[in-house]
């Protein structure tokens, strides 16, 4: 899964930067609303961390800005504004979760996970599709009621496919899941890591369709 993170903060931003990279996600991070703004325009991304008081555009303005683009992805924001007034108005105009400085590192990995179940249309927060069951909250999978150990970059590939069942997503997609803008992208990343989790999976599990991407069938 691939998260902007936007705070202005150095020290906050270096902690959940790597907090969020070891924790499996790709994460790009901005440091003002301008540059926040930009990157909403021009990649895709499956959740926004968002702080508002920021340089050059204030957080409110880069949320109304994408809602009034009509993006969906879910956005938590996370500020020191603690008045109730500010944040009803958060909520009010397209935030969908809100959490107070200073805050606990496993709640707002909670949260993120709860708001990605969400925007995947699933409440329940283990995953079991064609005899595989993953869980996004302990990175535990199994199949066949046995347990396997994958990769970070494996674990980024599955996780949107069987989240989805029958939604097929493209090379280009899933790269975008794997990587934020300082990362090497090798040519054949994708079908690599395709490769590892047919073999430790099954093969029927991942489809290739042809011209267009992968997909995990429905059962």
């Known amino acids: 899964m691939r998260l902007l993170l936007v705070e202005d903060d150095m020290m906050i931003g270096e902690q959940l930067l790597e907090l969020l990279r070891a924790d499996g996600y790709a994460v790009d991070w901005v440091r003002d609303g301008e540059m926040a703004d930009t990157a909403l325009q021009s990649q ?3 959740l926004v961390l968002l702080d508002l008081g920021l340089p050059k555009r204030d957080g409110m303005q880069v949320l109304q800005g994408l809602r ?5 992805m879910p956005v938590l924001i996370a500020t020191a504004r603690d008045a109730l007034a500010q944040r009803v108005a958060g ?18 990995l909670a ?19 064609m005899g ?6 302990t990175r535990e999978v199994t199949a066949q009621g046995q347990p396997v150990t994958l990769s970070a970059r494996e674990w980024a590939v ?5 989240a989805r069942p029958g939604m097929v997503l493209s090379r280009q997609q899933l790269e975008e899941k794997l990587y ?14 395709i490769h590892g989790l047919r073999k430790k999976l099954g093969a029927e599990l991942i489809q290739n369709v042809r011209g267009v991407g992968y997909r995990v069938p429905k059962e």
């Open 158 to 162: 599955l996780e949107p496919l069987i």
């Open 68 to 72: 009034g683009r009509k993006q969906t």
């Open 180 to 193: 934020g803008w300082k990362d090497e992208i090798s040519s054949n990343a994708v079908e690599v890591y």
């Open 44 to 46: 895709t991304y499956d």
């Open 111 to 129: 949260r993120i996970r709860a708001l990605l179940r969400r925007a995947a249309g699933r409440a329940e927060p283990v995953y079991e599709h």
């Open 91 to 108: 909520l009010d105009a397209g935030a969908d979760d809100y959490v107070l400085k200073p805050f606990e590192l496993d709640e707002l």
């Open 132 to 137: 595989v069951t993953i869980n996004p909250a």
